[in-house]
């Protein structure tokens, strides 16, 4: 794969990536990959298809360092205004020879911004300005402020030195050691930028003693070879311009540079190739704090799972401990087998006429039907009150998380307003599969022969409590306790009817049913914390997709002739062929 392509599909990937979680790293992250994109739009990938187009010379420095009165100086003509007040490089200006004019016009490199041949105050346009007196193959960038008091300003500025092939830098003898200044010069220097540097506006009783200092600096910086031009403290004449002979040794580098193609490329090869390589270390940060998103979204969705997890434990623990045998299920389940209505309806459907006649004239629901409606209400309470401490749980959960606690809103605390509804739904499809198991087990049978339907729904219920009595339908002493001998002899007549081990088998199925079913509702219910993880749209594997493009890029770079970059010239000495600076 050639090193355009390598380039194209790293793209392709940081803007897939999102880093949408509250987390450390995630600020940061997404203002890497902005700042990746931008230079792959602005410089890497134009540059790449233009290896001879002219050397773009982005001048950068603190507020007041004089940048846009050296670039009018070095062209003898105000291109770029300058003045007192700040910030006076709103909108940058690009200077060249009118016959380079045509490549930034139309040019693929700083797509974004607008071209305009017109001074303006709009951060995202860039002013055009033919200078005759720049030599053909050179172009100053006149950037705003990288200490601007306008945040846009400053986010312009940086743009724009990441897309220089070299950055000359201007400072002052009263600013020289900002702390601004020197961390965009570490950041340069760790992309491989050529840099070169002015020390402007120097008393002439200091220029030793600071440029000195300044030179140590550099050298602590691993900066000692950038070439260094130290400007004295002079006045400008009627067009702001500084006098010829003080600006003539920065001007004849400039020109040498301009005339040397090889030189040139030199400079372009050895910039692109040091913004290549750092591409390698800034984007296995970017995979890891994409690690760390995926990270953070299964830990969410472990404690959601947890959570509902736990609350279907207690929805088993609630059919294994008998309590859903207490209270108006008990009464009912007593009384429809005390009466006889149990044993009568499993033996003909007179007991069901029998009931029906009572029903009416007595204005009561039969038996079988209370008891049924005290089933369903038992199991509503249960899966409300389970369902509701699972909202609570999770919701508790996800605000000790940063990122969670970004993701939660009010009504994730509680269960859905339908849920009631759902619950009552589910308790009656369940009944009604508890209704068919016992129509397939007892095919062929006696009391399930053809218009028994009464005394099936008698059986389904007597299976139904068998659910709630224990696991394997062995009542223990706390159910044998609460239900009295009532369950054991539903347990008997029921044996007697199925057989021993079918009767298992019933209460394990109908037991197994339900609590599949509950397990769907409450994953319903977990959902609603699951589709704010999803929304954010981490996607899956980032990291390792991040991983292989950059390789990728390396690997091309490796094989391509670009480390084979020289250096700028050093001041006073002529530019020379790729490989050969002092």
């Known amino acids: 794969m050639d090193l355009r392509q390598a ?29 990746l994109v931008a230079q792959l739009d602005d410089y890497l990938l134009p540059r790449l298809t233009r290896l001879d187009a002219p050397l773009l010379v982005v001048v950068g420095g603190s507020t007041g360092a004089g940048k846009s009165t050296l670039v009018n100086s070095m062209v003898r003509a105000p291109v770029s205004t300058a003045g007192v007040l700040r910030p006076t490089t709103r909108a940058p200006v690009l200077v060249c020879n009118p016959t380079d004019t045509p490549w930034f016009r139309h040019g693929e490199l700083l797509p974004g911004l607008t071209r305009t041949s017109a001074a303006g105050d709009e951060p995202n346009t860039l002013q055009l300005v033919a200078a005759p007196a720049l030599t053909a193959g050179l172009a100053f960038l006149d950037a705003p402020d990288i200490d601007s008091v306008v945040d846009a300003n400053r986010a312009l500025a940086s743009q724009l030195l990441a897309a220089a092939d070299l950055w000359l830098f201007v400072t002052t003898a009263a600013r020289y050691a900002d702390a601004v200044p020197w961390e965009l010069l570490r950041t340069a220097q760790s992309r491989g930028t050529a840099i070169a540097l002015v020390l402007d506006r120097v008393p002439a009783e200091a220029i030793d003693e600071v440029t000195a ?12 070879t950038a070439p ?9 004449d009627g067009q702001g311009l500084l006098p010829e002979l003080t600006i003539a040794p920065l001007r004849d580098w400039f020109s040498q540079l301009a005339a040397d193609a090889d030189a040139r490329a030199a400079v372009v090869r050895q910039t692109l190739d040091g913004a290549l390589a750092a591409l390698q270390s800034t984007t296995e940060s970017l995979a890891s704090a994409a690690d760390e998103q995926v990270k953070a979204a299964e830990v969410l969705d472990e404690r959601v799972h947890a959570a509902y997890r736990s609350a279907l434990r207690a929805v088993e623990q609630g059919l294994g401990d008998g309590r859903l045998l207490r209270g108006e299920v008990l009464t009912r389940w007593q009384e429809f087998v ?10 003909a459907r007179i007991g069901q006429l029998r009931d029906r006649i009572l029903a009416r004239m ?13 089933i369903e209400s038992q199991l509503v309470t249960l899966l409300r009150g389970v369902a509701a401490e699972a909202a609570e749980n999770a919701y508790a959960a996800w605000q000790t998380h940063p990122a969670g606690a970004a993701l939660l809103e009010p009504a994730l605390g509680q269960p859905t307003d339908d849920l009631p509804e759902r619950a009552e739904r589910l308790i009656r499809d369940w009944q009604r599969g508890v209704l068919e198991l016992v129509r397939r087990e007892g095919a062929g049978k006696r009391f399930v ?8 729904n008698a059986a389904g219920l007597a299976v139904t409590i068998a659910v709630f009595a224990s696991t394997a339908f062995i009542p223990t ?3 044998v306790a609460t239900g009295a001998s009532t369950t054991v002899a539903a347990q008997a007549v029921l044996q007697a009817i199925f057989g021993d081990q079918a009767v298992r088998n019933l209460a394990a199925q109908a037991r197994t049913d339900l609590l599949a079913r509950v397990d769907t509702l409450l994953d319903e219910e977990a959902q609603r914390y699951r589709v704010r993880i999803e929304a954010a749209g981490i996607g899956v594997g980032p990291g390792a997709r991040l991983r292989r493009a950059a390789r990728t890029v390396e690997q091309a770079r490796t094989r391509s002739t670009l480390g084979q ?14 490989g050969a600076w002092s």
């Open 565 to 578: 970059a020289g250096h700028p010239p050093r001041p006073g000495h002529p530019p020379r062929p790729e």
């Open 213 to 224: 200092h300044l030179s140590e600096m550099l050298a602590e910086n691993d900066l000692a």
């Open 338 to 347: 005390g009466t006889g209505a149990f044993f009568r309806n499993l033996e």
């Open 449 to 456: 022969a053809r218009g028994a339907a009464y005394a099936v």
């Open 7 to 35: 380039l194209t599909d790293l793209r392709a990937a940081l803007v897939t990536t999102a880093y949408p979680l509250l987390l450390p790293s995630a600020d940061e992250a997404r203002q890497d990959v902005t700042t």
């Open 228 to 236: 260094l031009f130290v400007l004295p403290e002079t006045t400008t």
């Open 477 to 479: 002493g706390l159910e």
């Open 362 to 374: 007595t204005g009561r629901p039969a038996p079988g039907a209370q008891l049924q409606q005290a």
